[in-house]
């Protein structure tokens, strides 16, 4: 029966953190408020371009994931790694990269414009796209191979002994179990979209939710109505995440003896020009990133060392914390509660958890915990997504097993479901600490001088005119980042094939 | 029971006898850029500390934002780094007391009487080009005239103090216009950024050759990087002016201390610190005591400014006017 508590009241300390918070704003608010035509514009736009970039992402992703599936070569693991990069990127740093590329100046109109390509123009709503892709691709992959890795060998073996279509018979069962809440959670995130919307978008035409959110709160001081829009997109998440459960049907795979995949099918040309696009996609803009960097690195001030410590304090802590509160929440209906943490503005959530704590503890003094809490429910959803496959199948698979031989609570969890996670909680773990890392998120509201974490420092070299600095610090980010993640990632690989 | 309740009272009794021996605490909140090390306030916090025999503690974070939120719980005995556009909303929370300083030394080039918020540097709106590479503007018609290659970037009056000082700028210009002034000007803004830093830093990565900014901006490049090509375009029509204030809380538990800040802030020691950290025009300091490379900065001929309540009254529509002539 305790068990049985656990996974309750872990969902309700997620649900509490997200609603409370927002209660909170909403009370100091004084309710709700109507939204304006503008507001109701913005909000069309913001589902309109999440829909098309999580599409994109997770459609592209498919051919992507099963080249990377059934393809060894050399390198390939240092590959998915570091193509897993920028969705850890800050969102500025990452603005810079993919305009070094595709900007008005960047690398692709400099060697097409001699070729009598027209001109590439990349700010408009196929930018804000593009960039949303961009940043998610990595995501969608990584959650399909992992789909595709979860998928025995000895079925391969025997459908390749029979002629089966492996596709129709393995492939697309996992698909579609898989990929409407990669769908679900992309979604989510681009419904968050800001700074990326509005500065590749453009213009106004690609105003966001979230930036009507800014402006209540910054400019008018509304609070009713930046908890309004915030409640919307609590719906919008918990809608998305419904659909996602509706959606995911599909047996599960069954049993195997986690034999190395070996593949007869597929074209080997075909799924190298997969890798080949993808890879140039996702890390020319993160050589540009570096290449602007590297002669910051030698302008940095001595103050970035304890910011970064700072910082990785934060990305440990929302590790350990995240990984305790998710391992419980694996279910269905964890996932869908999950969602909440990323639906709502992080600007609402800190404002929130400001009013809350204010009359308790100075604000300033509590800066680190609540950073690093926001940051845990941000990754929640991210984490889950990445273990719930994996939990579920080692409970349909193995719980029985291991009650019949006695075992229960902890020990079934360490002997039985732990060693068959490794792989999906290293990447979970990785994935939350480099988020976490490169969040700059709510600390702007709780900061005291001197006490920045890593990107703090990095925008306020911006904001003083220090742009070399800054690419400098961006580069030290995003190299820990990436640092934190393949240890993290390795780790729960270790011992495995892939 | 006893024991535990004499511990107690020991450890409130030796935590308070500790605080008395401690220098008493002015607490200043005041925007992010401004506490940062790069920033005007470590220099100010080590001037001050060393005449007020007092420790000066930054909060620093969303500066209005911040104070509404906290209200009469505030800890902050004196908030500084307000703009104009804003203060209507910061006065009419009442959580602001008159400064009782005599404005004299004041060296704006508008007047000033505000017996609450008093201004600590000030700037224009400009855009700022590469002379190396343009002619530059001498008017902002030639700026809208300008063909549409020209590759301008701005920041979002929703999100930037600065964006918001442009639209405004431009309703001071064009009036009625204003729409049809930015439709103008649309086929030229290659994007809009959340913030000033963003819309720089494009700037000074090439993917643009005009970004909004400030008369000042071209002083950092001359003083700190020796670098002459950025040079700020000076309209014939005029430019809105941006002041940045400080102000005293009513609820300051160090009244003295307080009064005492804001004195300082008019004193040329306060002020010959502003021009090289904040990379504006000091307010109270006469042009010959300027560094020499704000000295030679061209300055427009006429200013142009909205007050508190002019800015809020216009503030929506001169938001629409961009908004609508930007969506199209």
Redesign the interface.
């Known amino acids: 029966m305790a068990q049985r508590a656990v996974p309750i009241i872990a969902a309700l300390i997620v649900a509490g953190l997200v609603i409370g918070p927002v209660t909170a704003v909403l009370w100091?608010g004084g309710g709700f408020s109507a939204l304006s035509s503008?507001d109701l514009d913005a909000l069309s736009f913001t589902i309109w371009q999440a829909f098309w970039s999580a599409i994109i992402s997770v459609v592209l992703a498919v051919p992507v994931a099963r080249a990377l599936a059934r393809r060894s070569f050399f390198g390939r693991s240092a590959l998915i790694s570091v193509m897993g990069a920028p969705f850890i990127l800050p969102v500025?740093v990452a603005?810079?990269g993919l305009?070094?590329v595709f900007?008005?100046?960047g690398f692709l109109n400099i060697v097409l414009g001699p070729l009598g390509v027209p001109k590439l123009d990349i700010?408009g709503a196929h930018g804000v796209i593009l960039a949303h892709v961009f940043f998610n691709l990595p995501l969608a992959v990584r959650l399909i191979l992992q789909g595709w890795l979860a998928i025995p060998s000895e079925r391969f073996r025997v459908a390749a002994s029979l002629g089966a279509p492996v596709f129709w018979v393995l492939e697309w069962p996992m698909l579609r179990r898989i990929m409407p809440g990669a769908f679900a959670v992309i979604f989510v995130i681009c419904l968050g979209s800001?700074?990326v919307a509005?500065?590749?978008?453009?213009?106004?035409?690609a105003?966001t939710v979230e930036?009507?959110i800014?402006?209540a709160?910054?400019?008018d001081?509304d609070l009713s109505k930046a908890a309004s829009l915030a409640v919307v997109q609590l719906c919008l998440g918990l809608a998305a995440g419904g659909a996602a459960l509706l959606l995911s049907r599909g047996d599960m795979i069954g049993v195997g003896l986690d034999r190395v995949v070996q593949r007869w099918d597929g074209s080997c040309i075909l799924d190298g020009v997969w890798i080949m696009l993808a890879a140039a996609f996702l890390l020319a803009p993160l050589m540009a990133v570096l290449v602007?960097g590297l002669p910051g690195v030698l302008d940095l001030?001595p103050?970035i060392w304890p910011a970064t410590l700072r910082s990785l304090f934060i990305a440990l802590g929302a590790v350990i914390l995240t990984m305790a509160l998710a391992l419980p929440l694996a279910t269905k209906a964890g996932e869908a509660a999950s969602l909440l943490g990323i639906s709502v503005s992080g600007l609402v959530l800190g404002?929130g958890l400001?009013?809350i704590v204010?009359?308790f503890v100075?604000p300033?003094d509590v800066a680190l915990p609540v950073t690093m809490l926001v940051n845990v429910l941000m990754a929640l959803p991210f984490v889950l997504r990445i273990l719930r496959p994996g939990v579920e199948s080692a409970r349909d698979d193995f719980g029985k097993l291991g009650q019949s031989l006695g075992l229960s609570g902890w020990t079934l969890w360490r002997i039985v479901y732990l060693p068959r996670l490794r792989r999906p909680m290293g990447f979970a773990a990785g994935l939350t600490g480099a988020l976490a890392m490169g969040d700059l998120g709510v600390i702007?509201?709780?900061?005291?001088?001197?006490e920045?974490t890593l990107p703090?420092?990095m925008?306020?070299?911006?904001?003083?005119?220090?742009?070399q600095a800054?690419y400098g610090a961006a580069l030290l980010l995003v190299a820990l980042s990436l640092g934190l993640f393949w240890a993290f990632d390795k780790g729960g690989r270790a011992n495995a094939v892939v | 029971m006893k024991k535990t309740l004499l511990t107690v009272a020991g450890l409130l009794f030796g935590t308070a006898a500790i605080a008395d021996g401690h220098q008493p605490v002015l607490t200043v909140y005041a925007p992010d850029y401004f506490g940062s090390e790069w920033g005007p306030g470590p220099s100010i916090e080590a001037a001050f500390e060393e005449r007020c025999g007092c420790d000066l503690q930054y909060q620093t974070g969303d500066l209005l934002p911040r104070l509404l939120l906290e209200g009469a719980r505030t800890e902050a005995d004196v908030a500084i780094g307000f703009n104009t556009d804003v203060t209507k909303r910061a006065r009419d929370s009442g959580m602001f007391a008159p400064h009782g300083l005599d404005l004299s030394p004041l060296t704006l080039p508008i007047d000033w009487d505000d017996d609450t918020f008093l201004p600590f540097n000030y700037g224009h709106t400009a855009f700022i080009y590469d002379n190396t590479k343009s002619d530059g503007f001498t008017s902002f018609e030639a700026l809208l005239d300008a063909p549409d290659d020209v590759r301008v970037v701005i920041q979002d009056p929703r999100s930037s103090i600065s964006g918001l000082a442009l639209v405004l700028w431009v309703n001071a210009v064009y009036g009625d216009e204003a729409e049809a002034a930015w439709t103008r000007l649309a086929p030229k803004i290659v994007t809009v950024t959340q913030g000033w830093s963003e819309s720089y830093g494009l700037f000074t990565d090439g993917e643009a050759d005009v970004v909004l900014s400030y008369t000042t901006s071209p002083a950092y490049h001359i003083i700190a990087e020796e670098d002459l090509t950025k040079t700020a375009a000076i309209f014939e029509e005029g430019h809105y002016f941006m002041v940045e204030l400080a102000a005293k809380l009513t609820t300051t538990d160090n009244p003295d201390l307080a009064d005492q800040f804001m004195a300082f802030i008019l004193t040329e020691d306060f002020q010959t610190m502003i021009p090289t950290t904040n990379w504006s025009f000091p307010a109270a300091l006469p042009e010959a005591q300027w560094p020499a490379g704000f000295q030679d900065l061209p300055m427009p001929e006429k200013v142009l400014f909205y007050d508190e309540n002019e800015a809020a009254a216009l503030r929506e529509q001169a938001i629409e006017a961009w908004r609508s002539a930007l969506s199209q």
């Open positions: 100091r503008a500025i603005i810079l305009l070094a900007g008005g100046r700010y800001f700074a509005l500065t590749l978008g453009g213009g106004p035409k105003t930036l009507a800014y402006q709160f910054k400019f001081f602007a001030p103050s404002t400001f009013l204010q009359p100075r300033s702007t509201l709780f900061s005291r001088p001197g920045g703090l420092v925008y306020q070299l911006m904001g003083a005119y220090q742009m800054a």
